[in-house]
């Protein structure tokens, strides 16, 4: 038997099924934005969007301890290099550019960077504005973001933002943060008007401009370049982003429009390329006229200026913005571009533009991943009484109903007689299935099987076998992104991060939509279930939590312990992220749902190594059944025959 052959396919040909996630995710994203369009963000909606971004209520404002640790000139300008710690030993590389002569206060312009890895606060496109800005009687804050020029290092990686959402941390609080120590530290200069603050960045930075706007009243001027757009035309587009750009559930209760609308009426400039794939101008074109509508009789402040122009920080962009910027911030012009001075060219890696010379920093500086763990550290006890009603939460379920099963005929193969049929677990959201049995026997025990590798596996696997083998009736699931609905995970979990529904909550959902709507049909006497895989096998033991009809769940293959991914993924999927999990539980603190119902097979580490006996026992506690490496296999399929007998 091949399990390749297309009988054993339940969705017809002829169409890309891999894409119906993804197509699913962009219609939900639109009809949520739909829902915003004519209303206006209410007085909670600045605190929502504090908490999603882990900045509610505020962190504390510690020493910066800012120091310079290097000065040079420049034809028109100064430049220092600054050190400064946002948190405590987290420390924020950073680039001062100031006019050649400051005879009073002078307006200050904050310029976070987007997504330059190497040259950060150095890149040629940043150097330009800033030396252009202080010629033109600015002072200019640039920094290095996380993970970007001398703060690439170990543990600040980006991806690691997927960890932060653990905490209930979003990777651009932390860059937000960042920012607004920023301020502080311009506020300390004694060169700078800090009644005059401006705000401009490109991509990321265009992000770190948006989202400062909205949360700190300093700010008096913005100019996000090449990010401004809608959430649900960021969707639409249907590329993969930086996980900076998924605050998780900010879709649940506001658009793009709304988070520009928090910004007190200040000036506001979006620059955008018209052949931006990364953010659709079609998305910006509607936010303009949305944020215009919440600005009421001040509408002509914001404004949006396009160009023919891909993604970046080009000339033509630069200059829209220091006209925009002597406008509002020294009075000057009408706002139309302003030329930009020559400036002279300098490799990122001068020492002049260096804050550590070169060095390193400290071994005690803090990173993202340590970060990270500190702030999972502060986990909460769950109460076992109410442990099924947090579960949901965090998996943002929602109501659970029954689905309509549709059949679509059978087949017999090497004894198994396998009746395909499908169910839709959501509108749009197909579950393909595979109901096998072994001759004639009676369907008294079911196992549900979902797996990474799809339904397909199960004909193959031997703990799938010995089960048929006892007589039990098997349903293997597709849940959604896997099998015949594969698709790119990075960018569907990603997707539902920002619209609040997580991707591994969704797939719990698939498996008690199934469950619930088989049961009618099969009337098994009892049910058990295997999860495997990284994915699967939390699904398998989330929904085993949640839905007590399930009397015994076998997960193989997967972590035992969210504080495993808590400070970085590490070869972990993305799907399995869940925002704000270990501020409410782990998974050892749902053995008081579970009971003597789970037992655990070949667990592995963040890395995906296998974990020994004691390790396993560690992380779970005393009192589940666990098989570890290579003797879990074996196991599984005992364990499968006994239960299934």
């Known amino acids: 038997m091949s399990v390749a052959d297309e009988e054993w396919r339940v969705l017809p040909p ?23 369009v004519g209303k206006r963000p209410d007085s909670a909606t600045r605190q929502r969007l504090l908490q999603s971004m882990g900045l509610w209520p505020m962190p504390k404002r510690t020493p910066l301890k800012a120091k310079v640790t290097g000065r040079a000139v420049r034809s028109g300008c100064r430049v220092e290099n600054v050190l400064f710690q946002s948190q405590p ?49 600015y002072v200019v804050l640039t920094y290095d973001p996380i993970g970007q020029g001398e703060r690439k290092v170990a543990g600040n990686e980006h991806i690691n933002g997927l960890s932060s959402l653990l905490a209930g941390r979003a990777i651009a609080g932390y860059m937000l943060w960042d920012s607004i120590r920023a301020l502080d530290y311009l506020e300390s200069r004694r060169e700078v008007d800090t009644a005059r603050i401006g705000v401009t960045g490109c991509s990321g930075g265009g992000l770190n401009t948006y989202y400062l706007a909205a949360i700190d009243e300093r700010v008096k001027v913005a100019v996000p370049v090449c990010f401004m757009c809608s959430y649900a035309w960021f969707l639409g587009c249907r590329k993969d982003h930086c996980s900076c750009n998924h605050i998780p559930g900010v879709m649940q209760y506001a658009e793009e429009w709304d988070v520009a609308g928090l910004a007190r009426k200040i000036p506001y400039l979006f620059l955008n390329g018209i052949r931006d794939e990364i953010f659709p101008i079609e998305g910006t074109r509607q936010t303009l006229k949305e944020a215009r509508r919440l600005y009421g009789r001040k509408a002509e402040r914001v404004r949006l200026v396009e160009y023919d122009a891909g993604h970046g920080y080009d000339r033509p962009l630069r200059e829209a913005m220091y006209g925009w910027m002597d406008l509002w911030l020294r009075k000057k012009g009408d706002g139309s571009p302003a030329p930009e001075p020559a400036h002279e060219r300098e490799p990122a890696k001068s020492r ?31 109460k076992v009484s109410s442990l099924r009603e947090t579960l949901s939460e965090v998996l943002a379920l929602g109501d659970v109903s029954l689905a309509r099963v549709e059949d679509r005929g ?26 096998m049995e072994r001759g004639s026997q009676a369907r008294e025990n079911l196992l549900v099987y979902v797996s990474d590798e799809g339904k ?8 799938v076998q010995a089960a048929l083998s006892a007589g039990t009736t098997v349903l293997a699931l597709d849940l959604r992104g896997f099998g015949e609905t594969s698709h790119n995970e990075y960018l569907v979990a990603t997707d539902g991060i920002l619209m609040g529904k997580p991707l591994l909550g969704r797939m719990v959902f698939d498996i008690l939509v199934g469950l619930r709507s088989f049961e009618p049909l099969l009337n098994p006497r009892c049910v058990f279930m295997i999860g495997r895989g990284p994915n699967c096998s939390l699904a398998a033991w989330f929904a085993a939590a949640l839905e007590s009809r399930i009397e015994k769940v076998a997960v193989h ?53 296998a974990l020994t006996g004691p390790a396993a026992r560690r992380r779970l506690g005393k009192g589940v059944p666990i098989e570890v490496g290579a003797r879990g296999e074996r196991a599984l399929a005992a364990w499968a025959k006994r239960v299934g007998a």
């Open 410 to 435: 059978g087949f017999e193969s090497d004894g198994l007689r396998v009746w395909r049929a499908v169910y839709y677990s959501e509108p749009g959201i197909p579950i393909p299935c595979l109901i």
């Open 352 to 382: 002049d533009l260096l804050v550590l010379k070169g060095k390193r920093l400290a071994a005690r500086a803090e990173t993202l991943r340590s970060l990270n763990e500190k702030a999972a550290a502060k986990k909460a006890r769950p």
């Open 14 to 36: 002829g169409f890309d099924w891999s894409s119906v996630t993804l197509e699913h995710a962009v219609r939900q994203g639109f009809n949520l934005s739909s829902a915003r």
């Open 89 to 137: 030993d987290f420390h924020v590389t950073a680039n001062l550019y100031l006019p050649e002569k400051v005879t009073r206060r002078a307006p200050a312009i904050l310029s976070p960077v987007g997504h330059w890895m190497d040259e950060a606060k150095n890149a040629e496109e940043v150097q330009a504005r800033c030396k252009s800005l202080a010629r033109m009687g």
């Open 557 to 609: 293959g997967g972590i035992v312990s969210y504080r495993d991914v808590a400070s970085e993924p590490g070869k972990q999927p993305p799907g399995i992220f869940l925002p704000r999990l270990l501020l409410k539980l782990d998974l050892p603190d749902l053995r008081g749902l579970l009971k003597d119902r789970l037992a655990v097979f070949s667990p592995v580490d963040a890395q995906g190594k």
């Open 456 to 463: 397909q596996a199960a004909p193959k696997d031997k703990a």
